[in-house]
C-alpha cells in the first residue's frame, strides 16, 4: 500500500517565485496536515483538512501561503512569492478520523529560496 | 494550548544499553501519543501509539507508556545498537479535532 505521496522531492527556486507542493494522501484517509520543519522552529503544523474542508490555518504563516485541497486524493501548498526565509523541509501527513488515528507522514519537500 | 516536552534534547549511549527518552505534556485531555523517529534528511517513521485508555505499546525492542494523568510517556529502547542513532518525537492527539502537537524532539547517538 503506498504511503503518502509529495512532490517534489527538492525544490531550488529564486525569490519572488511561485513555488507549489503537492500531496497525495493514503487512500481512505480523510485528514490531511501539512507541516513545515526547520532547525530553528522544528515542526509546526501549517493547516489541517478534515474531509477536504480547511479546519485549522492558523498556523499559515501569512498571505504569502495557501493550502487547497480540491479532493480526497490530492492537495496543494502555495506559497507566492517565495522568501528566503521560507526555506525549510514541508511535509504532508494523512489520518482517518476513526479507528487508531495514527498519522503517517510523507518523505517531505525540501524547499531553498535564494 | 497543549504543550509538548522533550528530554533530554541530545543522548549519546555506547552499544548495547537500554535508555529512555521522555516525553511530557500540559493538557491530560488527549485522544492518543504516537512516537515517530526521523532520520536526518528523512521523513517521520511512526514507531509506536498509544491510545489514551491504554498503559504501553511494545514493537521488538521498543517499548512506548503512558500515564495520562500525570502528562507523561516515556520511550524504552532495550539493547541498542547503532542502527537506532536518529531523532525521536512524540506528538500528542487532542480529544477535540484532529490536531496533533510534537515535541523538539530527543536526538539520539548510539556509539559502536
Known amino acids: 500500500d503506498a504511503g503518502v505521496i509529495q512532490s517534489p522531492r527538492h525544490e531550488v527556486t529564486e525569490m519572488g517565485q511561485e513555488v507549489t507542493l503537492r500531496c497525495k494522501p493514503i487512500?481512505?484517509?480523510?485528514?490531511l496536515f501539512w507541516y513545515r520543519q526547520t532547525m530553528m522552529r522544528g515542526l509546526e503544523l501549517l493547516i489541517y483538512?478534515?474531509?477536504?474542508?480547511?479546519?485549522?490555518d492558523s498556523g499559515m504563516p501569512e498571505d504569502r501561503f495557501s493550502a487547497k485541497m480540491p479532493n480526497a486524493s490530492f492537495s496543494t501548498l502555495k506559497i507566492q512569492p517565495s522568501e528566503p526565509r521560507d526555506s525549510a523541509v514541508y511535509f504532508c501527513?494523512?489520518?482517518?478520523?476513526?479507528?487508531?488515528?495514527?498519522?503517517?507522514f510523507g518523505p517531505g519537500t525540501r524547499l531553498l529560496v535564494l | 494550548k497543549q504543550e509538548v516536552t522533550q528530554i533530554p534534547a541530545a543522548l549519546s549511549v555506547p552499544e548495547g544499553e537500554n535508555l529512555v527518552l521522555n516525553c511530557s505534556f500540559t493538557?491530560?485531555?488527549?485522544?492518543?501519543l504516537q512516537w515517530f523517529r526521523q532520520d536526518p534528511g528523512k521523513g517521520l517513521t511512526s514507531l509506536l501509539l498509544?491510545?489514551?485508555?491504554?498503559r504501553e505499546q511494545t514493537s521488538g525492542r521498543l517499548n512506548a507508556s503512558l500515564d495520562k494523568s500525570s502528562g507523561r510517556s516515556t520511550l524504552y529502547i532495550a539493547a541498542s545498537q547503532p542502527g537506532d542513532s536518529a531523532t525521536y518525537l512524540c506528538a500528542v492527539r487532542r480529544n477535540t479535532g484532529n490536531q496533533f502537537y510534537f515535541g523538539t524532539g530527543t536526538s539520539l547517538t548510539v556509539i559502536p
Open positions: 483538512f478534515n474531509n477536504n474542508v480547511p479546519i485549522d
Open positions: 493538557d491530560s485531555a488527549i485522544y492518543n
Open positions: 487512500s481512505g484517509h480523510n485528514s
Open positions: 498509544i491510545q489514551s485508555s491504554q
Open positions: 501527513a494523512s489520518s482517518i478520523s476513526g479507528g487508531d488515528k495514527a498519522q503517517y
